[in-house]
């Protein structure tokens, strides 16, 4: 079941999302994730963020759908798979968790017996073993008397208990990929460290994957080691971590980055990005980002910006990014 | 103009339900409101020699055990049925909304006090309200619009107590509060137009049951009195006849049916619309 | 009239518990005993996790809720001893902001007739004088007055948080409470808005208190900040205290959780163990003591007073010398 080292874990090739077969809210998805390694999808409210990651178990919820391209998990395609097919990738390769973990676990449902769930599933192991495996799950994220907690109902746990008992259901089929949708968001601000600590440790533990999806970039700078900045739809830049930190190349990037940390600008004010962030259901001519951009060369008349959509330059620095004022 | 076209586009964004039961709807309507028109005989004219006749000739649908014009009557009694359905339903929506509303913003013992009531107006079925009343101030028009009222109002007070409820805990009403909004003012502006979707839905779901009620009572023979007639009664009528002519109770029988089925889709319609703007709000979010 | 000097509020000692129904007389503790003053045109920021209070602490202070014990005095009237009238009158001065800008708009109303309604309210003037102001004032928040004919629906989350704004400003208040007043809006759109807000009360000298869980934002434009954990007020200081030298350790756990690019993971993970507890069962002695890596026997029975250690600076710890470690 291991598969070799130079397949990566996830791979996107041109990916399309619409609503039905005329809008589209995602474009032109490209995305790798090689094994061990946190690649963060960051982006504003609109950005395709949350489509994308859920296009990459066949999640999406109609009317959305895939229109082109191909996702790939381990070298298996998930785009047009069998159902039964489909069904064991994300059995056996993937695991997911969510913003709101207190409505992703069922209320009636004890807490050993959920997480045990898909090894009784995928691996059909008998309802006792499920248990006990399910209690060391528990206990390896960090639950105090675990056992005695596998036997109590959600709505008992706290926020950050709930979060660790999605972790450890999705860490329950021994999974090559971890999504993480929004992890900590719901979450206590003083309870976010400990959760991102423990998807750390494992990920260091398993070699974890791990696709982290935020809007937050204090905890893209923690957590990554490649950032994929999305907006209105589509990539505008992607790159390692500590570089887009510290000299983004995209205007956007750089923007988002400032108004995130709540640097100031001259006089005191905070950076901030004038205008509205589109509906993802707009269109707009050339770059999406023209009319908001600081740039001179956005602000300049007839400039390709306004008409044409920029293709991907890799600068120096090893990052890809979609601008027309970028240099190779 | 503006105002026919608003009418119109909003129309047309509705469900397909709303938009079948309201074609079917106004068809009745229409037919009703020009029954001087369309009927070519009179609804109470006897003419003994035509007693219980097959459609032909111009009786469209043939006649009654005392030779009346069926298709006159039809229209005639169903201007009956309609209007006291209507009516009580209209009072029944005013005052259930605005007590209801009131209840839920005031809250406190006056809450719980009408709401008890409300309780215990709602054990009673209609049916037995209106005998009581009748036997007391004897059947009629008046009579019947009342004793439907007097229960019909119980529904609307709770829904629209409901939702009176789910608003107030609203930012928009605390707004409302801390900008120093008058309670009439939070009431008639956020809370009543905010209630409006929900309760014109349920509305037309209760104009086929009122209906019926209105027939039941009339074939009781508490309703509308001789020689007028309302689709109830001309049921009643034929019941000694169904064999004979079955025209004279499936007439009766089947108005009844499209009409309460007509605007029970509507309201149908309207329900299923507002449940799906709110999970696109609720989407949105 | 009182004197300049004095504060425009303070809040003395206030209460409120809720009570859980069946229950057997357990309560939510939502706020335990909070004092605190808001200068004339100063702004102070109120921070904690959710459930600690700070909203319900906040919805005290301009009487939208009455507590059980304490008092609340604004520009040296007792507000809890008012009648009906007066309190209607004195809305004009306090106003609310809130988190969630498209719910607190009505849905069914169009945005002119929202921001009518406090002025109709108030008999602010004729129709053509109230459009003016409210034109003024679109201008003020920087709002195209185009936008004003249409449905909350059909604007972005931004541009409604400018209406409520704007709203809220409309009767001139003194005091405006913001409750979380950027949470629900994008990174780019939140700058936009604190750089408004610290912009309007500059202009207009307005007291503001703003309500965070996120340290970061309440940065740029507070004076002081308190901060609350579990119905109490743990730490008041100036702001540049609070970031830089934070004497409680739930101050230090707040300050590295909204840093945690600098700080790291493992750094902000030690300052402070475990969950919030419930607000219906309060930790005894010091409400932080479970999580707090100072902890000791003292901090497990004796609840620590509010001290002031400094000139504007209270803290309420046993262990305050002590935290600098």
């Known amino acids: 079941m291991i598969s070799p080292g130079d397949t990566p874990c996830l791979k996107v090739e041109n990916l399309d999302i619409s609503i039905g077969d005329a809008v589209a809210v995602a474009r032109g998805i490209n995305l790798e994730i090689r094994r061990g390694e946190t690649v963060a999808l960051v ?104 056992d005695r907690r596998a036997r109590s109902f959600a709505h008992q746990l706290s926020g950050g208990m709930a979060q660790r008992v999605m972790i450890a259901a999705a860490l329950s089929s021994d999974p090559d990929l971890l999504i993480a949708d929004e992890p900590t968001t719901a979450l206590d601000v003083t309870v976010q460290a400990q959760i991102l600590g423990l998807l750390e440790k494992e990920k260091k533990q398993r070699t974890l994957s791990i696709l982290l999806i935020t ?17 209105a739809g589509g990539i505008v830049e992607e790159g ?61 008349q007839e400039s390709a910006c306004a008409r044409e959509e920029p293709a991907a330059t890799r600068t120096a620095a090893g990052h890809l990014v979609h601008c027309w004022a970028a240099e190779p | 103009m503006t105002f026919l076209t608003r009418i119109v586009r909003w129309t047309m964004r509705q469900h397909w339900t709303f938009i079948a039961g309201l074609l079917c709807g106004t068809t009745v309507a229409l037919l009703l409101i020009a029954a001087p028109v369309i009927s070519l005989h009179d609804p109470v004219a006897q003419n003994l020699s035509m007693r219980l006749q097959g459609p032909g000739g111009d009786h469209w649908l043939g006649n009654d055990q005392l030779g009346r014009d069926l298709w006159a009557r039809l229209l005639y009694g169903g201007r009956f049925s309609v209007v006291v359905a209507a009516l009580t339903l209209v009072l029944s929506v005013t005052i259930g909304t605005v007590i209801g509303a009131w209840c839920g913003r005031v809250g406190g013992a006056i809450d719980e006090f009408v709401m008890r009531v409300v309780d215990v107006l709602i054990s ?8 009581f009343l009748i036997a007391i101030i004897g059947p009629g028009f008046g009579t019947l619009v009342l004793a439907l009222t007097l229960v019909g109002w119980t529904p609307f007070a709770r829904l629209a107590r409901g939702i009176a409820l789910d608003i107030s805990s609203r930012d928009y009403i605390a707004a409302a509060e801390v900008l120093g909004c008058t309670r009439t003012f939070i009431l008639l502006r956020h809370v009543i137009p905010n209630a409006l979707r929900p309760i014109s839905a349920m509305t037309f779901l209760r104009f086929g049951h009122k209906l019926i009620t209105v027939g039941a009572l009339s074939y009781l023979g508490l309703g509308v009195q001789p020689p007028d007639s309302d689709w109830g009664a001309m049921l009643a009528d034929a019941r000694q006849f169904a064999v004979r002519q079955p025209l004279l109770v499936f007439a009766p029988g089947i108005a009844i049916m499209v009409t309460a089925l007509s605007v029970t889709l509507m309201g149908q319609g309207l329900e299923i619309d507002a449940d799906r703007s709110r ?6 979010s | 009239m009182s004197s300049a000097a004095s504060p425009l509020v303070e809040a003395r000692d206030l209460v409120k518990h809720f009570p859980l129904r069946g229950s057997g007389g357990l309560a939510v503790r939502s706020v335990d005993g909070v004092t605190l003053e808001i200068g004339r045109a100063e702004v102070l920021g ?24 304490g008092e609340v005095i604004m520009d040296g009237r007792d507000l809890l001893a008012m009648k009906p009238g007066e309190l209607r009158r004195f809305r004009r001065t306090v106003q609310l902001i809130f988190q969630d800008p498209v719910a607190a708009l009505d849905p069914r109303m169009r945005l002119i007739d929202s921001l009518m309604a406090p002025l109709a309210a108030h008999d602010a003037g004729t129709r053509e004088e109230c459009l003016e102001m409210i034109h003024a004032m679109l201008g003020e928040v920087g709002i195209d007055a185009g936008i004003v004919e249409r449905y909350p629906g059909q604007c972005s989350g931004g541009q409604l948080q400018r209406i409520v704004i704007a709203r809220a400003l409309l009767l001139r208040p003194q005091f405006v409470v913001c409750d979380e007043p950027t949470s629900s809006l994008d990174a780019s759109i939140r700058a936009q808005i604190l750089n408004l807000l610290n912009d309007l009360r500059r202009r207009f000298d307005l007291s503001l208190l ?13 004076d002081r900040v308190a901060v609350m954990y579990l119905g109490r007020i743990v730490e008041m200081a100036p702001v540049e205290q609070i970031f830089h030298a934070p004497r409680h350790p739930y101050t230090k756990a707040l300050n590295a959780a909204s840093l945690l690019d600098e700080i790291g993971l493992d750094a902000a993970g030690r300052l402070v163990q475990g969950e919030p507890p419930s607000p219906v069962r309060p930790p005894p002695g010091c409400h932080f003591h479970p999580r707090c890596p100072l902890a000791d026997e003292k901090c497990r029975h004796h609840v620590p007073a509010l001290e002031k250690i400094a000139e504007n600076h209270e803290v309420s710890c046993h262990h305050w010398r002590r935290s600098d470690s």
């Open chain 1, 215 to 231: 809007h937050d970039l204090s905890i893209v700078s923690a957590m990554a080691d490649r950032v994929v900045v999305m907006y």
């Open chain 3, 46 to 69: 109120l921070v904690g996790e959710s459930g600690c209070g700070k909203s319900t602490l906040a919805r005290l202070i301009i009487n939208q809720i009455r507590p059980d014990r």
């Open chain 2, 279 to 284: 999970r696109l709000r609720a989407g949105q």
């Open chain 3, 210 to 222: 703003m309500i965070s869980h996120d340290l970061r934002a309440l940065r740029h434009i507070c």
């Open chain 2, 124 to 131: 009673f079925p209609e049916i037995i309200v209106a005998l």
């Open chain 1, 240 to 300: 390692p971590v500590a570089t887009i930190m510290r000299a983004p190349q995209h205007p956007y990037t750089k923007a988002l980055i400032d108004c995130s940390l709540m640097r100031t600008a001259g006089g005191g004010d905070l950076e901030s990005i004038p205008g509205t962030i589109p509906p993802p259901t707009r269109s707009i001519p050339g770059c999406r980002f023209h009319p908001r951009c600081p740039h001179a060369l956005a602000r300049r």
């Open chain 1, 43 to 146: 982006g504003e409210s609109g950005s395709g963020k949350t489509v994308t990651a859920l296009s990459l178990i066949d999640l999406l919820p109609p009317p959305l759908k895939v229109t082109r391209g191909s996702v790939s998990i381990c070298g298996q395609k998930i785009t047009r798979a069998a159902p039964d097919a489909l069904n064991r990738i994300r059995g056996n390769r993937v695991g997911m968790i969510f913003q709101q973990p207190s409505s992703m676990l069922d209320p009636s449902c004890r807490v050993g017996r959920q997480v045990g769930e898909a090894l009784r599933l995928h691996r059909r192991a008998s309802r006792g073993e499920a248990f006990e495996r399910a209690v060391e799950l528990l206990r390896e994220v960090g639950i105090p008397e675990a």
